[in-house]
């Protein structure tokens, strides 16, 4: 075999692959250290902010500011008896939690955090490494930390970590689908699949001519590719098992879920897993949508903010930013039923992206064929009108519909004797006590035939929607 | 993990004694386990008002694998037995029960058949906390003496010689039926 490197473009990555093993050494280390302290101070950021949202104080004993509250939980998690139960799989058992850790930790290391700095008199980027195709690597490694999680689940020998562990891989390979496609956008503008890259293509606004007046765009493509940002935001809280997504550890039908049987410090190595993964997708999120480590507008006017070792500071402060969504949502939002969560994925966010992409290339082919913006901005009107119109149909025949259902309930409806079997019973859903009927309701329902046409806004004709209409009605009869 | 445990005694075991017991104290996780009405009192401790959270107890664990401390919270019947008896097995050491209330403790009212008098039948309990059921700050007050204990408590050697100590003074301690008069 010759040793074929794969070929780069002239200045492609020039920076990357040049550094000695001393450097590499200190950026691995660093990352390292980083990830760990900055996990710590999550854990205790996350407390402290949904015990605000709680109206509770949160920790506020153990060291200043309850600083140490996360560091005392790992060393006690440490210090605790190991547990093995007598069903496990030995050796998947202890690899699952290091798999999961492992490739955390692998995931950060084509992330940028920063432009060239001089470490010790040497020139060299703030990133370990860079790929022709960083991302999908970032991909990957998020998805090879399921396995622990699967493996885990099923090494324990035990009902709920099995059940937790499969509702992780469906989750998993639903919700990464989204993610990669809300990304291919992201590839199409950039022209790149490395992270540098793509903080490089974010770097500058292009103007834009709409009908003669000049537009300057904002770079980011968090804003230019607005569609994308949110696909990835809801498919990255997915892919991290957190709130309102964390079905896999669902305390109150799977106990922990995958979780279950692990105690000390293999539970503390998922637990850590978790919190790693979180600052991955959030600095991946940053690094794709948000100009990574570049200073955001009021700070990007002063010249020096994107040289030296500043933009550490605005890339930690993005992140940051993405860390309070999650705790937010977690502080915010009941768990999803299994099923609705399935249904977001595959019969929303899924479609959503490939509709998306498609329209995304579509305006990439056109304009770089030297059609004209107004060519494309007519046909995206037309589009656009194509689709408030089959909005507005379904609605109206949704409503259609739901009217028809009330008039054949209606002529259904039986005479219900609640006695006739010698003791009252309840009525069947659709069945009328005659007699015990509140006026309001018998009103509603002869006028929700006729009503409910204007009265309702029915639109996505969902069950929640449907009662929550009948309810309102009730409510004005 | 067990390499504290292994230490020779002297300074060096009683400094990582202390760190351990903070460390320790610091992080105590209870289970989800609530029996009865004083389980209404513990949940109101982690609310706002009381906020055990601020000691770090606000993480509730469901399963009794990462759990610390198993706070028995009502009047443990006959059937429940064995069940809060796997619980306490299934976590790992070190672990502490906290009797809350006093039907966990000695049975309470309920002078019965169907309730066990007294839970420290079924598991050692760390700390009997009385009150029928006891406020949340009473349960705060227990939970906030249990830290001292985990504090304060020994490892390996230290543990030892300590047990020794208390086996000793329990042997040459007069038994309750020797005692007469004002010291029964």
Known sequence: MTAAVMPLAAGELAAFGKDPWWIILIKAVAITVFLLVFTIFNVWFERRVVARMQHRVGPNVHGKFGLLQSLADGIKLSLKETIKPKGVDTILYVL???????????????????????????????????????????????????????????????????????????????????MGLALVAVF???????????????????????????????????????????????????????????????????????????????YLLFFLAEYVNMVTVSALATTMFLGGWRAPWPISLWAGANEGWWPLLWFLGKVLVFLFVFIWLRGTLPRMRYDQFMRLGWKILIPVALVWTVFVATARATLSAGYQRQFFFGIGAVVIVVLLLSFVYDAVAARREKAEEVEREEADQVEFDPFAGGYPVPPMPGQKVPGLEPAAVAVAAASAGAGSADSSGGAGAEGAGQQADSGEERGRG | MGIEEKLPAGVLLTTVEGVVGYFRKASVWPATFGLACCAIEMMTTGGPVYDTGRFGMEVFRASPRQADLMIVAGRVSQKMAPVLRQIYDQMPEPKWVLSMGVCASSGGMFNNYAIVQGVDHVVPVDIYLPGCPPRPEMLLDAILKLHHKIQTSKLGVHKEQELEEQELTALESASTSEMKGLLR
Not at chain 1, 131 to 139: A, S
């Open chain 1, 188 to 266: 199409l503008y950039s022209g790149s699949m490395s992270t540098s890259e793509i903080v490089g293509a974010q770097a500058g606004g292009s103007a834009v001519d709409i009908f003669g007046v000049t537009l300057q765009l904002p770079s980011w493509y968090g804003v230019v590719l607005l569609p994308s940002f949110l696909i990835y935001m809801i498919a990255m809280v997915g892919e991290t098992n957190r709130a309102p997504f964390d079905l896999p550890e669902a305390e109150g039908e799977l106990v922990a879920g995958f979780m279950t049987e692990y105690s000390s410090m293999k």
């Open chain 1, 96 to 178: 699952a939690p290091i798999i999961s850790a492992a490739m955390a930790f692998v995931a950060f290391s084509v992330i940028p955090l920063g432009p060239e700095v001089s470490i010790f008199g040497h020139r060299t980027p703030l990133q370990l490494t860079d790929l022709p195709v960083g991302v999908l690597f970032v991909l990957a490694a998020a998805s090879l930390g399921i396995y622990g999680i699967v493996l885990g689940g099923w090494s324990s020998g035990s009902t709920y970590p099995l059940l937790g562990g499969l509702r992780s891989s469906a989750q998993m390979i639903s919700y990464e689908v989204a």
